[in-house]
Every structure is written in C-alpha cells, then in structure tokens.
Nanobody, 115 residues
Framework: VQLVESGGGLVQPGGSLRLSCAAS????????MRWYRQAPGKERELVASISIFGGSTNYADSVKGRFTISRDNAKNTVYLQMNSLKPEDAAVYYC?????????WGQGTQVTDSS
C-alpha cells in the first residue's frame, strides 16, 4: 500500500489549495479515505473523511464550509480542496486509509502560512 500526497505549499490567509493523494497497492474503491493534519506541538486531528463512492463525507467543525473532500476512483486519488485558508490551517496534511490488512498513512504534505 502506498499513499502519496501532493499539493501543499505557502498560502496567504483567504487563499486556496488543493491537496491530492494518489493511492496504490490496494483496491482503492473498496475503502473509505481520510485526511488528517498535524500542526507543530499539536496532536494529529481528523480533518475530513469520505465513503467508498463519495456519497458520505464528514468534516471537523474547524473546516466545515471551507474544505471539501472528494475522490476519483478511476484515478485512485482522493482530494482535499481548501478554501478561505486561515493561519491555523498551517500543518502537515496526511492521507490515511484502513484496509483489511491494516492502517496506512502517506508521508504528508506541508501547508505553510505565509502571513
């Protein structure tokens, strides 16, 4: 199983970014996918999750209305569209899934506040 995140970078408050997570080594369309984040000195927190066909999504209260999780099962990719970014959104963002063989994490992609 491999999860590879991309799309992080420097953002100003109010800006937008789209993160991507390319998955391989398992049947992507059979498993829910999640995005977590971890800021320096803080615990890792669940940001958003999406069901296998994308029909059900959930968000942390802190990102509701600003972030959107989506997936493309044909491309084995999950996305996190982040709008109206705030300084407190700066963190390393991780893609995660739990399959029948265990829980897996990507290496993370850094989102940095430029203000």
């Amino acid at each position: 199983v491999q999860l590879v995140e991309s799309g992080g970078g420097l953002v100003q408050p109010g800006g937008s970014l789209r993160l991507s997570c390319a998955a391989s080594g398992f049947t992507f369309s059979r498993y829910n996918m999640r995005w977590y984040r971890q800021a320096p000195g803080k615990e890792r927190e669940l940001v958003a999750s999406i069901s296998i066909f994308g029909g059900s999504t959930n968000y942390a209260d802190s990102v509701k209305g600003r972030f959107t999780i989506s997936r493309d099962n044909a491309k084995n990719t999950v996305y996190l569209q982040m709008n109206s970014l705030k300084p407190e959104d700066a963190a390393v963002y991780y893609c995660q899934t739990s399959t029948s063989s265990g829980a897996y994490w990507g290496q993370g992609t850094q989102v940095t506040d430029s203000s």
